[in-house]
């Protein structure tokens, strides 16, 4: 006997990654905690997008500074470093939850689940009150989950947006 773990089905060494398949309910009831990180991403990456230009405005002036400018492109840099580390926290609560993002500019969170026996999202878009919309995985097409939250034949429902459109 060896005393070396048997990697035959994962040669890397890595853990396998779970098939995470949540149903209807348990996305929903996510939702506050998922709604209240992905407006913490939201937050930074707007906080990003203020900074960012300014600390590339500093930075190619740097030799010119004087000492307050010089203190605000450390003081730029600072922040933008608490920033980025707020915002890898953030997704990797996501990532940890089993949740998408899937765009982080509007804030679009798919819940993984399975519809038919085929691999499907709960869509959630930041700032729509409920989880109210799934699609099949590789398709753009977002229909509306039934009024009756039932899981069961929802490939009856017609399209009502595609991705990335209100």
Known sequence: MSNTPNRATNPAGKPKKKDVALDLTTARQMLPLV???VSDII???QTLS???PEQERLDRHRRDL???ERQRRYQVRDEIAVVE???QTAEGELAG???SLIDEDAGEVDFPTKINGRPA???WRFGDAVVAHWHYQGEEQLRPIPTDGGDQNMTAA???RYRGNP
């Open 85 to 87: 580390q707020v915002l």
């Open 158 to 160: 017609s399209p009502v």
């Open 50 to 52: 203020r900074l960012t």
């Open 66 to 68: 004087v000492w307050q």
């Open 43 to 45: 937050n930074s990456r």
């Open 35 to 37: 709604k209240s990180i």
């Open 97 to 99: 939850l089993g949740v």
């Open 121 to 123: 999202a709960y869509t």
